[in-house]
């Protein structure tokens, strides 16, 4: 699952970044199905788990849906 960098944050999976790109919608078809997809891409924000873990590699955050 690709991760994003968001400045001293990666964020699991991409698609949970500011922004997400047609391609981390893409690689987010792979833990959710398509309708729960285009759900999220219509309300403009990545509603799954994510998770956060700084440069440092300090856990940042765990978030369970949005």
């Not at 391609?23 to 078809?29: G, N, R, V």
């Not at 759900?39 to 440069?55: D, L």
């Amino acid at each position: 699952m690709p991760f994003a960098e968001t400045g001293t944050t990666f964020v699991w999976p991409s698609a949970a970044r500011p922004d997400p790109t047609d391609q981390d919608w893409a690689a987010a078809e792979r833990l959710h199905a398509p309708a729960e997809i285009a759900a999220m891409r219509r309300a403009g924000a990545y509603a799954g788990y994510r998770v956060g873990i700084s440069s440092t590699g300090h856990w940042l955050f765990f978030v369970a849906g949005d």
